[in-house]
């Protein structure tokens, strides 16, 4: 499909197109319906092809398709669509997961589902397997014939669900439940369809199958996740009534390392199963929308196919809502309490802060006190050491007849002085130490 606009004949009359818009458009046509005649059996299967999987089933497919001179799907499509001799294969692949859907032509008088599915799955043993296996639909479509194809006759009444499309132009059945060999079995039995409308018809039931399937593979996730956020929620209960008694600051970082605990195992639980329980969500709606395209009719008083799933699906849908709905609000309340509990350490740290603080400023006035006497006691020795100095030197001056008064009136002077000078000296020096230190 070209994505190129003309606004001429030329080719600089051509307006250039974005790099996405070839795609954008072409995904509309990616999965188109493809007739399919009355009567057929319809073989379809679902991997899980998660990862690397997803590509290694695109080479074992191009393999196949190679090996019989058939067309390969292209790099980058999603859909293909080939026939091989009366057989028709279907290949999708989706996000997670891959569907091979063989289209086989029945024997109009044949009985419902005979021969049975396990012999004509052959054609799925020449691909290798793309992964697990998630959904197997044996559907038999073929004209409404009674009593051959009573649904009473066919299925268990216990799980028996049947519906009439919008205009009762084909009535559609199935109990859901896997039959001896494996496969879920569906009945369409055609009123008045065209092949195009049966082909439709006959999609869209064998995707409502399937994508219920795969919405319900949250359910074990959230009963795997269940008992864990139970006891991380009496965990927490039993954490916060500690915190009301909890004095010391010991007990406040225990309680604040357990909160702690169990916040990262809340947040790795939701982190593993919040794209499970995401699919679950985009699955279930997908179901609804095919039920509601298809315009389901009761048929007799038996239960339509939107009601069984609404009895039998929605409350397994809803256990997968409350579980996350949960797993959010236990990790609120786990950071309220952590916040609170943070903030009570953070506070009695201040205040032990705020007590050291306050003895050192006493060891500090201590020290300064302690260090005045001892300087006191320097400017004395240094005076008394200068003053006997000077003494020897007045002496001298005596004894030569240089200084006729007496020695010791002149040391006795001199020791105001020296003093003086010595602590003037010190108490400079103290100052310029202070100053250098601001």
């Known amino acids: 499909m070209s994505a190129e606009l003309l606004i001429g004949d030329s080719d600089a009359a051509r307006l250039v197109p974005h790099p996405l818009r070839a795609a ?3 995904e509309v046509h990616a999965r188109p319906f493809t007739p399919i005649p009355v009567p057929s059996r319809v073989l379809h299967f679902a991997f899980d092809s998660s990862g690397a999987r997803a590509q290694t089933d695109r080479v074992n497919l191009a393999a196949f398709c190679q090996s019989r001179g058939l067309p390969s799907p292209l790099a980058g499509e999603k859909h293909h669509r080939v026939p091989f001799g009366t057989t028709v294969l279907r290949w999708e ?3 997670e997961f891959t569907t091979y859907t063989w289209e086989i032509p029945s024997d109009p008088d044949a009985i419902p589902f005979h021969p049975d599915a396990a012999s004509l799955v052959s054609p799925m043993r020449l691909v290798p397997q793309p992964g697990p296996l998630l959904v197997a639909v044996d559907l038999h479509l073929m004209s409404e014939a009674e009593p051959r194809t009573s649904p009473q006759r066919l ?3 216990a799980s028996l669900a049947v519906a009439e499309n919008s205009d009762g132009a084909a ?6 439940q896997p039959g001896p060999s494996g496969f879920v079995r569906i009945l369409v039995a055609d009123r008045t369809m065209s092949p195009e409308r049966a082909g439709a018809l006959v999609q869209r039931v064998i995707e409502l199958e399937t994508y219920r399937t795969l919405a319900l593979l949250g359910l074990p996730e959230a009963q795997r996740l269940a008992p864990s956020i139970a006891a991380s929620e009496r965990r927490l209960v039993e954490v916060t009534e500690q915190m009301r008694h909890a004095g010391d600051l010991a007990s406040n970082h225990r309680l604040l390392d357990e909160l702690t605990g169990l916040a990262a195992e809340v947040e790795a639980g939701a982190a593993a199963s919040v794209f499970r329980f995401g699919a679950s969500r985009a699955y279930e709606e997908i179901v609804e929308q095919r039920l509601q395209t298809i315009g389901e009719r009761k048929v007799g008083g038996l239960p339509t196919w939107s009601s069984f799933l609404a009895r039998r699906m929605k409350p397994a849908l809803r256990t997968c809502v409350t ?24 506070v009695e740290l201040e205040q032990q802060n705020q007590e050291l603080l306050k003895s050192m400023n006493a060891r500090t006035r201590l020290q300064l006190r302690l260090q005045t006497t001892v300087e006191g006691l320097s400017v004395a020795a240094i005076t008394y050491y200068v003053v006997g100095l000077f003494g020897y030197l007045v002496k001298a001056a005596h ?27 010190v108490r400079s020096i103290r100052k310029k130490h202070i100053a250098g230190e601001d």
Not at 171 to 176: E, G, K, L, N
Not at 328 to 340: E, G, T
Not at 411 to 417: D, M, N, S, Y
Request: glycine share 4%.
């Open 24 to 26: 954008i458009l072409g």
């Open 399 to 425: 004894d030569t007849g240089k200084m006729p008064i007496e020695p010791s009136i002149v040391t006795a002077a001199f020791v105001p002085i020296a003093a003086f000078a010595i602590w003037w000296t």
């Open 171 to 176: 009535v559609y059945a199935t109990d859901f």
């Open 155 to 157: 299925f268990d009444n």
């Open 93 to 95: 692949q989706h996000s």
């Open 323 to 346: 579980i996350e709905a949960r797993q959010s609000n236990l990790s609120l309340k786990l950071a309220r309490a952590a916040n609170l509990l943070r903030t009570r350490v953070d």
